[in-house]
């Protein structure tokens, strides 16, 4: 039985995983298990959830490092190109657009 959490967070970020990714992915793990005929879907399910996990990780990773730097957390990569633009002496507020 698959936890729903499980298959929500396969359907939320399974579109930013490249398809190229998990075909390849699916693919050495069909080799390694013996080219078995008939589980390309397993292997396809395995494959999305073992690329959701390293980005899980690496998302993770990214955040406590941001933390330990004393940076936003939150901040996304544009916001830290803008406030990069801006003259120090005019930094953006979190609400400025």
Do not use: C
């Not at 901040?75 to 633009?85: E, F, P, Q, W, Y």
């Amino acid at each position: 039985m698959k936890n729903k959490n499980t298959t929500a967070s396969t359907a939320l970020f399974s579109e930013t995983i490249p398809h190229r990714l998990v075909a390849e992915r699916a693919y050495a793990i069909w080799a390694a298990s013996g080219q078995p005929v008939g589980r390309d879907y397993d292997h396809w399910v395995e494959a999305e959830q073992q690329l959701l996990a390293t980005r899980a990780e690496e998302e993770s990773e990214n955040l406590a490092a941001r933390i330990a730097h004393g940076g936003d957390p939150f901040a996304t990569d544009i916001d830290r190109a803008l406030d990069a633009m801006a003259p120090t002496s005019q930094q953006r507020s979190a609400t400025s657009l």
